[in-house]
């Protein structure tokens, strides 16, 4: 079946310091959605990606879809302390309903 | 605050009781989910319902029987479970069971006996 690995699965940094995870299918995917789960909390969509090779930014955070869509990335610019948390790829193939297959997810801890 | 609501927060059972999970969505969503949240492991899609129909089952075991009355509310009914099923136990929703993006309650935190 489909797998979507997330590496690395943890990260300490310190405050101000940039975070990169990355997100790898074994199969091609229709789109990759990315979501952060604040500890105790649940998962909130962040942004998606449809198009091979695109870039989508949200302040600090970058996103890439890569050019074979089987690959994605999330960069954090100068991390803050907010940014703590576990940051989950998922993607979806277009075969099956709503089957969102979800990474590991790597888990942010940030040092003031 | 989430447009997925989500009851009791916290469940400890034991093995042979019989227990129900609760998720209301207040999105005007077609499609709802439960996923199982272990330490260590990747969101497990248990079930999806469009439309008040199950459309997607993946391999769950019996003794989780999941029940959608309208597209606004989905339970989990639970019995006899097993010290491996507890877990955070999360909902979500989105407005159809393609590509869209989906909004997550706050989960039951399930501790089983």
């Known amino acids: 079946g489909q797998q979507v690995m997330q590496i690395p699965q943890y990260q300490h940094v310190q405050e101000g310091e940039d975070f990169t995870t990355y997100c790898n299918s074994s199969t091609t995917l229709s789109n990759i959605q990315w979501y952060k789960q604040r500890p105790g909390g649940h998962p909130v969509f962040l942004i998606q990606l449809v198009k091979s090779g695109e870039v989508k930014k949200q302040k600090r955070l970058t996103f890439q879809f890569g050019e074979a869509k089987k690959n994605s990335s999330l960069h954090i610019t100068a991390t803050q302390t907010t940014d703590v948390g576990t940051y989950f790829c998922a993607g979806w193939r277009g075969t099956s309903y709503g089957k969102l297959t979800f990474g590991q997810g790597t888990i942010l801890t940030v040092h003031p | 605050e989430t447009g997925v609501t989500q009851t009791p927060r916290h469940l400890v059972m034991g093995m042979t009781n019989k227990k129900s999970l609760k998720c209301e969505q207040h999105l005007g969503h077609n499609a709802m989910y439960w996923y199982k949240q272990s330490a260590k492991k990747p969101l497990e899609l248990m079930f999806v319902?469009?439309?008040?129909?199950?459309?997607e089952n993946n391999s769950v075991p019996s003794r989780f029987s999941p029940e959608c009355p309208n597209s606004s509310h989905l339970f989990l009914h639970l019995h006899t479970l097993q010290p491996e099923d507890s877990a955070l136990y999360l909902c979500?929703?989105?407005?159809?069971?393609?590509?869209?993006?989906?909004?997550f309650g706050d989960g039951t935190r399930l501790s089983i006996l």
């Open positions: 319902y469009s439309l008040e129909e199950r459309v």
């Open positions: 979500a929703s989105s407005q159809d069971p393609s590509n869209q993006p989906q909004h």
